[in-house]
């Protein structure tokens, strides 16, 4: 009898010490969309240890924690492959990326359109590992930001031999720091000063890298084609992935040209070119107070005292003086030259947008402008499109918004149900606020197109929906082992409501943060948990090197 109770003894305790110490949460009773594009599926998952694990049918595990997903989507996170936020989070009080969070997003790529040289991602770079953030961060490296740390002050021309060479081993040491491609912003300065043969020689850096090409393309409204035929040429030429970034086709002269890139993209792509594009869900680009678009010249005396009141947060004071400048008719006509074709040749919106692009978003004065282009408003009261401009922002109580490319609603659905085509938000850092100024992108691109675009609209399923928001955008920057529900990945995994998953943000509140994402984990912790932000902070820099090679 004390032999048998023995053996029974040593058994249990074998049996104890054989055993799986409980997983950190049990996620049971959802519905899971993998983000590949299979059907959803009825099935539980346990996260442990940061990583993924399917239950298998009929099994039963203990976890920690169990959270109930019952009538709820359980999906891999979002990652937003075109993002802003990337600087504003190197900052205590925004370092958890809430509005983005709260999106769903997981994994944001920082730095497009050519915004930072390898200087720039070490410092970002370090710093998010000093304060903690809340979403990982991947990294394109930038031509504009190369290019300024080579050539300086000396722009308007070809860089020599020797410039090239300087450049080419900063794309290169952006690489080795794990950037995901070179991107550029060519409608931008210094980029707009350079040529097509510069890019595609960087751009041959990334090659060796499995990296890719990302762009804002040089001219948007006035070469709508010409320049996205230039990206893929570009990558083409270098041979590597191209990628089009936040496409659309701004102003009334575009309208329906959408068309025409998408058939260039499904040649390039059908002659083996592996182009894709991004884009967010919206009819209108980047959005701005009308004053922000006048470029005022530099040897006007009145120049310094508006932008050091504008630095130092006294906008209403540095609007009064404008608002004189500009009655001033010698004043005008300068600035009107300026604004409308660049100082020096340089960047101004005017000149790269234009009057037939810029639409009315915000008007406190005169709500029936909303919706109309500036070029319509000054047909209708025939006036020149600048002189327009100046009456508005003088006579104005309240501050008048623009988008300053308006894009057709028609052909914004066209490109969203293009397999290629990428969910990505080209947003900033937002905080929840009913302040005016700002872009419901970067509150709300991924819970409208579940919600609005993929439910109601039924544009897309909801399968397609989520595979251009995680597996696609993994694979096309080489983050194999993310945007996917998969044993033994990492647990970036958002969970929602699809009944009730929706932006709250528009162009006139732009900043109010979206409605049913539920949990979202990162890395297999929790950064928000029953609609609350838990404070955690387990974002990590995705080095594409070491990512590449994980499974």
């Not at 959803?40 to 595990?61: C, F, P, Q, T």
């Not at 492959?81 to 920082?110: A, M, Y």
């Not at 009141?309 to 009064?320: K, P």
Request: charged letters at 20%; proline letters at 5%; aromatic letters at 6%.
């Amino acid at each position: 009898m004390k032999k048998h109770y023995l053996l029974l003894l040593i058994s249990a305790i074998l049996f104890s010490c054989n055993q799986e110490p409980p997983a950190d949460f049990l996620i049971q009773n959802g519905t899971i969309i993998d983000g590949l594009g299979n059907p959803a599926i009825k099935a539980d998952l346990l996260i442990r240890n940061g990583l993924i694990e399917y239950v298998k049918s009929g099994e039963r595990d203990s976890a920690i924690n169990t959270i109930d997903a019952t009538g709820l989507i359980v999906s891999p996170g979002f990652i937003d492959v075109h993002n802003h936020s990337d600087q504003s989070i190197n900052n205590p009080s925004k370092r958890l990326n809430e509005g983005f969070i709260r999106q769903g997003v997981t994994t944001i790529v920082g730095g497009p359109d050519g915004r930072w040289a390898p200087s720039t991602l070490k410092e970002l770079i370090s710093a998010y590992d000093s304060l903690g953030i809340g979403t990982n961060v991947a990294f394109y490296v930038g031509h504009n930001g190369i290019r300024r740390a080579v050539m300086k002050e000396d722009q308007q021309r070809q860089p020599t031999s020797d410039e090239l060479n300087q450049m080419k081993a900063l794309v290169k040491e952006g690489m080795e720091l794990g950037a995901i491609g070179l991107s550029t912003g060519l409608m931008y300065t210094p980029g707009s000063f350079s040529e097509t043969e510069e890019v595609i020689e960087l751009a041959k850096e990334v090659e060796p890298y499995n990296g890719i090409y990302d762009s804002h393309v040089r001219n948007p409204v006035h070469a709508f084609v010409q320049s996205h035929r230039e990206v893929i040429e570009i990558a083409t030429a270098a041979n590597i992935k191209g990628k089009l970034g936040h496409l659309k086709a701004v102003g009334l002269h575009n309208e329906g040209a959408i068309s025409e890139v998408i058939e260039m993209v499904e040649t390039s792509r059908a002659n083996g070119s592996d182009i894709v594009s991004d884009q967010y869900p919206y009819d209108g680009a980047q959005t701005s107070i009308l004053e922000y678009i006048i470029v005022i010249p530099s040897d006007m005396k009145e120049k310094n005292i508006i932008d050091s009141l504008y630095n130092d947060g006294h906008q209403d004071e540095a609007l009064e003086i404008v608002k004189v400048v500009l009655a001033d008719p010698k004043k005008r006509a300068l600035i009107k030259e300026t604004s409308e074709q660049g100082e020096n040749g340089g960047f101004a919106w005017l000149k790269a947008t234009g009057y037939s692009s810029m639409r009315i978003t915000n008007s406190v004065d005169q709500p029936k402008l909303v919706g109309k282009y500036l070029s319509q408003i000054a047909s209708e009261k025939n006036v020149s499109g600048f002189d327009l401009v100046c009456e508005l922002i003088i006579t104005s109580q309240e501050r008048v918004s623009v988008t300053l490319g308006g894009i057709n609603e028609n052909d914004v659905q066209m490109l969203l149900k293009q397999p290629w085509n990428i969910i990505a938000s080209d947003g900033g850092y937002a905080k929840n606020s009913t302040e005016p100024t700002g872009h419901p992108r970067s509150t709300g691109t991924f819970p409208r197109v579940l919600g609005h675009y993929a439910r109601d609209l039924k544009l897309l399923s909801l399968e397609e929906a989520i595979r251009k928001m995680t597996s696609f955008p993994a694979d096309v920057i080489g983050f194999k082992n993310r945007g996917r529900i998969q044993n033994g990945l990492p647990a970036d995994i958002t969970i929602f409501n699809p009944e009730t998953i929706i932006d709250n943000s528009t162009f006139e509140k732009p900043n109010l943060y979206a409605s049913g994402i539920v949990h979202v984990f990162v890395n297999g912790i929790p950064v928000l948990l029953n609609e609350e932000m838990t404070g955690n902070a387990p974002g990590n820099y995705l080095n594409k090197k070491t990512e590449a090679n994980k499974k």
